[in-house]
């Protein structure tokens, strides 16, 4: 298993993750999942779908921009994973399509991926809407909503390595803990260890062959930078 959780004594969820990891959160709008993302995570490991908006056309809410906004988000994930660095996805994830999306950029990369589902009841997530300053508004919750219970009911079947349901009085007692188990990737190596790629630097000129410095400044190399520059 890739990601265990357990309810220690203290009635704190513990939820082990590997680094690096596809941490998948799915749940409706104003379910919480940004807000649990930034307790838990680093900013630079949460790669989220309104921010990737925002990148690519100005405003995290213009939805015409699903496609350029997406794309984006997977690169993200495949260049940080090619890195050993943790994902957490922040998007709802409600479509099977979505998640298989990132179900794959996983299993290319060979991590695990954990599916983090926010259990909270509909009227919760209609309060928590109606309270935020960026309103999504009942209707779209209520669709959502109903997309989710679906996913809930298939998504132990897509694949996902753990899957795991978090109801709102758990999202207070989780804590995670992440044990770094890097996949080896051209990327890491230690390039200090590569060959030398470029051919040795020409000698020097013996210091007394170089014409005098004139005002104080090197002599100009043959290129015309000054010949402190010339590499
Ligand atoms: N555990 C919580 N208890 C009370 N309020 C919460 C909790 N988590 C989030 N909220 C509040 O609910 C609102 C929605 O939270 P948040 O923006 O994190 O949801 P979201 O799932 O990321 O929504 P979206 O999918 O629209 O981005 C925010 O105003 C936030 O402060
Ligand atoms: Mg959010």
Redesign the pocket.
Known sequence: MTAETNLNASEQKVIRLNRPSVVVLC?P????????AAQHFRPTQIISS?HARGLVCDDERDQRYQTQAFALVHFLIEQRLGLNRMCVVDS?ALTVQARKNLLEIARRNRVPAVMLLFNIPLNVCIE?DR??ERT?GQPTIEHQHHLFEQAKAGVKREGFDQVIELSDEE??QVRFEIVFRPVPRPATIDHRAEPRRFAPRPQQPPAEAAPPARNGHPPAAPSGKPSGEAA
């Open positions: 749940g709008a104003a379910c919480g999942k940004s807000t649990f309104d709802t928590r309270k935020r999504v999202l207070a």
